[in-house]
């Protein structure tokens, strides 16, 4: 046995109470008994987070992951995989769905199933570091692209099925060449870096943490297009990713690969930052136009496209951050690399910003195809708390949500659009059991209400009115006929209403129509928010049977609604009460219930 | 008003980088977005230099101002805490921060406390979406998976830190 | 210097990579420190100062300290990837103040891998 093999194996609450100081005991014995004690070293750790399978181990160095273990698989473990090197097969990791998948750590679910080109750079590179960049293949593809002709660049990216990142899909090789079509003397290349979909983050992490690909990504369209100029429009709310940009657009101009001349070949490409305020309705491609131009961010009707006539007027593409940043992978590895990945119609990977109720928030990059399920269930970890899942928001404030019967549906831009909702940006919302989807609509109506730039009339005065019908329904009031009137608003806006922010903003009303129309009817004609959600609907009684006057919701409670001596049972005043729900969180013995309104008065 | 321009600092620092400007077309927002990181605000009196210096109807000015939610007229804190309700942040509970902040600090809107040390800003996602609820205080300090009871905290280090100058 | 050519970028690949693999000069290690917004929000910048303040005081020179964008691991951030000679990278998750002065004493010092932090071996 030349080399040393350590065994972890954890002491985290959860896997001692399953039986874990025995095991331990257990395997060191048979280490002993094989005189492996001083080859072999045991090393207990805290949790690792998987209490459900404890008592759990990991065997370094091959990272072998076994779980549920009884004292009893000691012996085994110690002579089949510590003497003979072979992997215990019955005691290995078992994915959710029960079949016998990953061995090492590194094959736990949320890294397999991730297939990383737009975030190829993330968490490995310094990003301020052009040098590292260029150490992973970085501007190669640049210094590629310039030794083909600009055709043949837009037919690689043609050919990849490359489809715009940034909502509506549309072909990214395509939007080039008509825009290197277009005759002018002058081109520009925008990326819109606007990310307006509150709960999306991929873009930002892309810029902060690798942003010499965007750079890179810029540089390849603008030779593409026939463009010396691009621009990225960044958000306000975003100063680290303004940081590193302006970091990286430094370095790219001191090595030359920005600037005159680039790569010797003649081509000459300059990229500038500008930074948005704060206007949603900035992301939608003419709006953002004005407000680089330094203007108020209002669309203009289309067309003329930007293809023909953009910035100051001049033939102009626009892209989202990921479109870009995918673009030299594409170049480098050649279009067949990138169109392997995904459905017919939706070639290559996407990258998630998967957040809400799921158990592993963060970004995650898959196949085109991959289903919801896999992603939410599988990568995300599921739900947390036991809660039951109840739906998932993509799309942003122009998307819908997506109920539980349709999990198993292939993430591509059409089979989303047939559900009611769009790829959007990425942004992906999980909602369990205490969400409330008449309050989600609430939400994004409020949303797009606020943002609406009030340019035409059924978008700024037909989202307020959908908006008050809808607070009327949270707070109680509502009737059916408010219920049909949201639909004939929703089709009037969709149909009439100028850019894409008016012509989508019913969408989250509609698709929670269609698919919870049984909430809407709770709160209209029981009264009751069946999430237990909409504070006008629900109240908080203490059960005198439970309580043991501890006095801890006493005194979380703001307004003073809460009653009793130490010791005895406790009351909460309805007159006084709030709903703030902070006796609920604090209350340690579950007295403290959460419970319909009308109950509430009924009893009283 | 022309004299006092000339000689008030922020003013001159404000002249300075428009001065330095490659190019001016197409720079208003640029330009308001550097008035307000030195003025913190923007009120009349600077929209109207930035008018005059870069020569545009000073409506213009205004109507820029008025159309981002991004710039203000008045005044905020000294500390601008940004409370996220965007999706994430809002089906995670992010109203309830913003009612506790409010609360500790007893103020009902966007007005800055009455030391001006605070002033709070209710915000469409602050792209940390992962870390929900989240807020910012001032242009750096983030604070990710919040609850309600961490704030008086929160607040109290900033309070603390101010009482040591 | 400006880059010219195929074989002028080769050159900086070269030196990146050395940057990369930690073993640039005479480093025999790198310590990076997940720093996106999302890290940033949970503590991140907490725990690169602990992390340069504990090699400082234990005279550890050798070890190169970078930051780097969101690896994606939202849920368990901040995260801090060691790499110390051959060894495969090891990334750490939930990474405080305490857990950081654990990683520079038993891991970057004494040479233990920390398997109550682990998350993942290797970042590739
Ligand atoms: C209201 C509205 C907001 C939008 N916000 C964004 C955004 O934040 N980021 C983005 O890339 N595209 C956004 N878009 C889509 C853009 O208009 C445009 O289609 C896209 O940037 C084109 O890039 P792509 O082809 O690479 O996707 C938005 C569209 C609308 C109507
Ligand atoms: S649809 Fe709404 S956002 Fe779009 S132009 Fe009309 S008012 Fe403005
Ligand atoms: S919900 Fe809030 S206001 Fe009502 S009793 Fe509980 S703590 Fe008091
Ligand atoms: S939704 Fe709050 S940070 Fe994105």
Redesign the interface.
């Known amino acids: 046995m030349p080399l040393e093999n350590t065994i972890l194996i954890c002491a985290g609450g959860g896997c001692i109470s399953a039986g874990e100081i025995s095991v331990k005991e257990a395997l060191e014995n048979e280490i002993k008994k094989y005189a492996l004690d001083g080859v072999v070293k045991v090393v207990e750790t805290g949790c690792m987070d998987a209490c459900s399978l404890g008592p759990l181990m990991v065997i370094y160095p091959e990272g072998v992951f076994y779980q549920k273990l009884k004292p009893s698989d000691a012996k085994e473990i110690v002579e089949e995989h510590l003497l003979k090197g072979r992997v215990v097969q019955r005691l290995l990791y078992k994915g959710p769905s029960g079949e016998i998948k990953p061995r090492a750590t590194e094959e736990i679910p949320f890294f397999t199933r991730q297939v990383r080109i737009a975030t190829r750079n993330l968490g490995v590179i310094d990003p301020a570091s052009i040098e590292e960049y260029i150490a992973r293949d970085g501007y190669f593809a640049l210094r590629k692209a310039l030794s083909m002709t600009p055709e043949m660049v837009i037919e690689e990216i043609k050919k990849s099925g490359l489809r715009g990142r940034g909502g509506a899909g549309f072909p990214t090789g395509l939007k080039w060449e008509l825009t290197r079509k277009s005759k002018s003397d002058e081109k520009y290349l925008i990326c819109n870096a606007d990310?307006?979909?509150?709960?999306?983050?991929m873009d930002?992490s892309m810029m902060e943490g690798d942003p010499h690909s965007l750079l890179e990504g810029m540089a390849i369209g603008g030779y593409a297009i026939g463009a010396h100029q691009g621009y990225i429009y960044v958000?306000?709310?975003?100063?680290l990713?303004i940081e590193r940009l302006k970091i990286a657009i430094k370095q790219a101009r001191e090595y030359g690969l920005l600037g005159k001349d680039i790569f010797g070949s003649g081509f000459d490409f300059d990229v500038d930052l500008?930074?948005?305020?704060?206007?949603?309705v900035c992301g939608e491609e003419t709006a953002l136009i004005q407000?680089?131009?330094?203007?108020?961010?209002?669309p203009v009707q289309k067309p003329p496209y930007p293809a023909q006539s953009g910035l100051w007027k001049k033939p102009t593409v626009i892209n989202n951050v990921e479109t870009l940043v995918d673009v030299p992978y594409i170049i480098n590895k050649g279009w067949e690399a990138f169109a392997s990945i995904g459905t017919e119609k939706s070639k290559g990977t996407k990258v998630f910003?998967?957040?809400?109720?799921v158990n592993n928030?963060?970004?995650v990059e898959v196949p085109m195809g991959t289903t919801l399920r896999e992603l939410i269930f599988d990568i995300g970890g599921g739900i947390p708390g036991g809660k039951r899942f109840k739906a998932v928001?993509t799309g942003?404030p122009s998307g819908g949500c997506i109920p539980e019967e349709y999990l198993d549906t292939p993430i591509d831009y059409e089979s989303l659009t047939s559900l009611g909702t769009i790829m959007g940006s990425g942004?992906m919302?999980v909602?369990d059991e205490d969400?409330c989807m008449v309050d989600?609509a609430r939400?994004?109506l409020q949303?797009t209400a606020d943002e609406s730039?009030g340019k035409c009339t059924p978008c700024r005065e037909g989202t307020r009115k959908m908006l008050s019908i809808l607070d009327k329904i949270v707070e109680g009031n509502g009737t059916m006929e408010d219920i049909e009137r949201l639909e004939t608003l929703a089709v009037t806006i969709k149909d009439t209403a100028l850019c894409g922010l008016g012509q989508t903003a019913p969408n989250p009303v509609l698709s929670t129509l269609r698919y919870f129309r049984d909430e809407y009817e709770a709160h209209v004609k029981e009264k009751r928010c069946p999430a237990k959600s909409c504070k006008a609907l629900i109240a908080y009684r203490i059960d005198p049977a439970k309580c043991t006057g501890c006095t801890a919701c006493a005194r979380a409670c703001?307004t003073g609604a809460i009653t009793g001596e130490v010791r005895k049972v406790h009351t909460i005043d309805q007159e006084k009460c709030i709903k703030?729900?902070?006796c609920f969180e604090v209350c340690r013995f579950d007295a403290v219930e959460k419970l319909d309104a009308v109950e509430v008065t009924a009893d009283t | 008003m022309e004299n006092q321009t000339l000689t008030d600092p922020k003013f001159a620092e404000l002249d300075e980088f428009i001065d330095n400007l490659p190019d001016k077309?197409?720079?208003?927002?640029?330009v308001?977005?550097k008035a307000q990181e030195i003025f913190g605000y923007l009120p009349a009196e600077v929209q109207h230099h930035i008018a005059q210096k870069l020569d545009i109807p000073e409506s213009?000015v205004f109507?820029?101002v008025t159309?981002?939610?991004?710039?203000t007229m008045k005044p905020r804190g000294k500390y601008q805490i940004k409370v996220c309700?965007?999706?994430?942040c809002?089906?995670?509970g992010g109203q309830?921060i913003s009612?506790r902040v409010k609360?500790e600090l007893g103020v009902t809107g966007d007005e800055p406390t009455s030391d001006g040390l605070f002033s709070v800003q209710e915000?469409?996602?602050?792209?940390?979406?992962?870390?929900?609820p989240?807020m910012l205080v001032g242009?750096?300090d983030?604070?990710?998976?919040l609850t309600?009871d961490k704030i008086p905290q929160i607040i109290e280090s900033y309070r603390r830190k101010e009482n040591k100058k | 210097m400006k880059i010219k050519s195929l074989e002028d970028l080769e050159k900086i690949k070269e030196e990146g990579l050395k940057n990369l693999s930690g073993r640039q000069g005479k480093k025999r290690g790198r310590i990076t420190v997940a720093m996106g917004?999302?890290g940033?929000?949970?503590g991140a910048k907490d725990t690169l100062m602990t992390i340069i303040d504990e090699l400082d005081k234990n005279g550890i020179d050798d070890i190169a300290v970078v930051q780097s964008g969101c690896m994606g691991l939202?849920?368990v951030?901040p995260t801090v990837e060691v790499q110390i000679g051959d060894q495969e990278p090891v990334i750490y998750g939930n990474v405080g103040i305490e857990e950081a002065k654990r990683i520079v004493k038993e891991h970057v010092i004494g040479g233990r891998i920390l398997g109550d932090l682990l998350v993942k071996k290797s970042a590739q």
């Open positions: 990310e307006g979909d509150p709960g999306a983050f930002r958000r306000a709310e975003y100063p990713a500008r930074i948005g305020a704060g206007a949603f407000s680089v131009e330094g203007k108020r961010g209002q910003a998967l957040v809400g109720k928030t963060g970004l928001q942003g942004g919302i909602m969400t989600v939400f994004f949303f730039c703001p703030c729900g902070s | 077309k197409g720079m208003l927002i640029g308001l977005h213009t109507g820029v159309f981002y939610s991004f710039f309700l965007g999706t994430a809002y089906v995670k309830k009612d609360e915000v469409r996602c602050l792209g940390a979406c992962s870390m929900a989240v242009e750096r983030f604070y990710g998976r309600p | 917004t999302c940033i929000s949970a939202c849920e951030e």
